[in-house]
């Protein structure tokens, strides 16, 4: 028993010394959300990206289907506003409309309420790394032009919505306003302006085009079985 305490304790220090230096060198390394300048230039520069990405062929999408870094895979039905979430696990329908209509469809879990509540979760967070840069002109966004080491950024902040309203990302773009990367002010990361990039664009069958790899820290995060349906 006191061997087992000692392990607990040793165990318990590394712990406490592991969230110190986090919290330390997150200090250090975080970023200062930047001010931008709302106005006609920001938006502007948020239309020649969606221009970019064939934002057209986005709005009459009926059907896109993902898997999102092999975990889990969607089918969603944006012209009916329903999607399906599958895993080895489980799968669920989503009510987009209206999430108390949501219903799980099979499950080796007993506990529907929380499956679809972590189903809407990930469907937030999933299709977000999918669809972001269509997101740029709805409603609930701030856009502002930032100005960065002689370029310029379009700074996004996302006044509702989601899982996580409030969160900002930073954009930067190639020479043919095709996104490159972003930075993030996420309430969910605890250091600001951690930096993703995006890559292996490809057009889908609809006629949007989307980045099929993300990388934050240098590690990839893979969109594969993607398909599109006008």
Sequence with gaps: MKLLLKILKVIGIALLSLILIITITGYFLSEKLPEGQQGNEADKLAEKILEELNYEAYKNTKVISWTFAGIHSYEWHKAENFVIVKSDDYQVKLDLKDYSNSEVISSKKSDDDKLIKSSIKNFNNDSFW??????????????RIVEENGNKGLLITYTSGGSTPGDSYLWTVDENNRPKSFKMWVSIIPVGGIEAKWKDWVETQSGMIVSTQKSVFGIPIDITNLETKP
Excluded: F, H, Q, S
């Excluded at 999918?130 to 856009?143: F, Q, S, T, W």
């Design 130 to 143: 999918l669809i972001a840069p269509y997101k740029l002109m709805e409603d609930n966004v701030e856009r």
